[in-house]
């Protein structure tokens, strides 16, 4: 008991003694830890933004006013026939007029122009969903050249060219992103390093006495790894502090701008906070042990 107190004291003593350096450390491996959660965060969001896109995917078939139901029903089963199609959904002319009502029920003069209309203008439709978005290409084609007597138009919106932005953005913000970190764990690496080669030549005098007085190499060298726990748990403690806070703010700005859409990223790194904060531990934790056997391996010979 009294062997760990004493461990613990003189790395406390350490790290006050020199607490510039100290808040350097803290600092350098603070941006590491912000960088990385910064990383996942867009990962999460262009994941989220490219599944949002792919829901919308859908191609549209306007029949005829005067297809019958079933008429309607023979395509819509040979549709679903195909496997690149993942569904079909019919909608008939009253649940379209439905919907169209709804849709404009706070303006009443277009309300008023279909009263006065008489009649109901809108069309059945299939709405067309793809198996798999790599064919939905595939699929377009293969509408194009369907042949069917009831088929009034085809609305083929293509959105491949913003799936495709969107893919190209999040792979080089992830490509930058891991630049960055690896900068930053190169840079930590050097940062305690001489950190803690500097407090070893602080101590070299009190080193050299142990040295003679028979102390073990562990009682050397263990304030020192000592340290490089609490450099992991006081780094990793505070970019929760500060990381939830800045969740906190950004999530009413994605579910304005993703409405419609369930996307929690706070609700994401709370339900994996131990396995995101827990890894992200260890690795600061391996990054300032390895740090400080190297250095205490260099200057803690006397």
């Given amino acids: 008991m009294l062997f760990l107190y004493r ?26 830890l912000f960088s990385i959660n910064t990383l996942i965060t867009v990962r999460l969001i262009s994941d989220s933004a490219l599944a949002a896109v792919k829901e919308k995917i859908d191609i549209g078939l306007y029949l005829k006013s005067e297809a019958t139901e079933m008429e309607i029903m023979t395509l819509k089963n040979k549709l679903e026939a195909s496997p690149r199609v993942k569904s079909v959904i019919y909608v008939s002319k009253e649940e379209a007029i439905t919907a169209f009502r709804k849709q404009y029920e706070n303006n009443p003069e277009i309300l008023a122009a279909l009263k006065e209309l008489g009649r109901n203008p809108l069309s059945p439709s299939l709405t067309v969903l793809p198996k798999n978005f790599d064919e939905s290409s595939l699929l377009i084609n293969e509408l194009r050249t ?3 007597s ?62 003679l007085v028979g102390a073990s190499n562990e009682f050397i060298y263990m ?49 994996n906070f131990w396995s995101i904060f827990g890894w992200q531990f260890l690795v600061v934790l391996i990054i300032s042990t390895l740090s400080s056997l190297l250095a205490v391996r260099k200057y803690a010979r006397v």
């Fill in 7 to 32: 461990i613990i004291k003189f790395s406390l003593q350490d790290i006050f003694r020199n607490i510039w350096l100290t808040l350097v450390t803290l600092t350098i491996l603070l941006l590491a």
């Fill in 146 to 148: 369907l042949d069917s």
């Fill in 150 to 211: 009831i088929i009034e138009s085809r609305d083929f919106s293509d959105n491949s060219e913003i799936l495709t932005k969107i893919s190209a953005v999040s792979q080089r913000v992830n490509e930058v992103g891991l630049f960055i970190i690896i900068i930053f764990i190169i840079t930590s690496l050097l940062v305690v390093y001489n950190a803690i080669r500097v407090a070893i030549y602080t101590h070299r005098t009190e080193i050299e006495i142990m040295r």
């Fill in 223 to 271: 304030p020192y790894l000592v340290s490089a726990l609490i450099y992991a748990l006081l780094s990793v403690a505070v970019i929760i502090g500060i990381f939830f806070p800045f969740l906190s703010l950004l999530q009413p700005y994605l579910e304005a701008f993703f409405t419609g859409y369930s996307i929690n990223i706070l609700a994401y790194f709370v339900n």
